[in-house]
């Protein structure tokens, strides 16, 4: 069975410019969230999706945002990039919202 | 107070010996409770999940619950020098429901 796909896996950026990261869960998973790696914060959460619905946030600004598709595949959306966004962002999936999450590789987001 | 605490080492062991990793979390009605291995440069790995009071045993590793001290721990026995990681420990909270991971803790095993 494949594992979570992300694209891309590395991204390079300027400040002020948005972008989109794209997450595409294992088949047959229903939940995805998506999280913020960075050395200084450690791992940190963004939001959850189920049934392309959002379940959960964390404490992000709106300038954060994601969603769901029919198909389970998620997008996250950052705009108007500033310097601290510069991490790993990771997607996770689950069968459900509460079971074990398994993690894609994720994308690696540089902004300049 | 952070949701999940774990001491950040790193934790050196001697090839072959046990390795204890250990984590705290605050919020008493937590019911899931997952360990993750991670090396550097990669995205976390599942290694274990834990729901209930006890010991968990999957080949090397023994995961251990204790809901009444809120702690969590993780043991590896024969440590590798491949088990040389962070290990994350991760909460699934009942305030919110939100998913807590850890600042993790990273893990040195010698030859």
């Known amino acids: 069975k494949a594992g979570v796909t992300q694209t891309p896996r590395y991204l390079i950026k300027t400040r002020g410019q948005q972008v989109t990261l794209s997450c595409s869960p294992i088949s047959g998973h229903r939940s995805v969230s998506w999280y913020q790696q960075t050395p200084g914060q450690g791992l940190q959460f963004l939001f959850e999706y189920f049934s392309e619905t959002q379940r959960n946030k964390g404490n992000f600004p709106g300038r954060f945002s994601g969603r769901q598709f029919s198909n389970s595949r998620s997008e996250m959306n950052v705009s108007t990039l500033e310097l601290g966004d510069s991490a790993l962002y990771l997607c996770?999936?689950?069968?459900?919202?509460?079971?074990?999450?398994?993690f894609g590789p994720g994308t690696r987001l540089t902004v300049l | 107070q952070k949701e999940v605490e774990q001491n950040s080492g790193p934790l050196s062991v001697p090839e072959g010996a046990i390795a204890s990793l250990n984590c705290t979390y605050s919020?008493?009605?937590?019911?899931?409770f997952f360990w993750y291995r991670q090396y550097s440069g990669k995205s976390p790995e599942l290694i274990m999940s834990i729901y209930s009071n006890g010991d968990k045993e999957d080949g090397r590793f023994t995961a251990q619950l204790n809901k009444a001290s809120q702690y969590v721990s993780l043991l590896i026995r024969d440590s590798q020098p491949s088990d040389s990681a962070t290990y994350l420990c991760a909460v699934r909270a009942n305030n919110f429901n939100k998913f807590y991971f850890g600042s993790g803790t990273k893990l040195n095993v010698k030859p």
């Open positions: 996770a999936s689950s069968l459900v919202p509460n079971n074990e999450q398994f």
């Open positions: 919020d008493r009605g937590s019911q899931s």
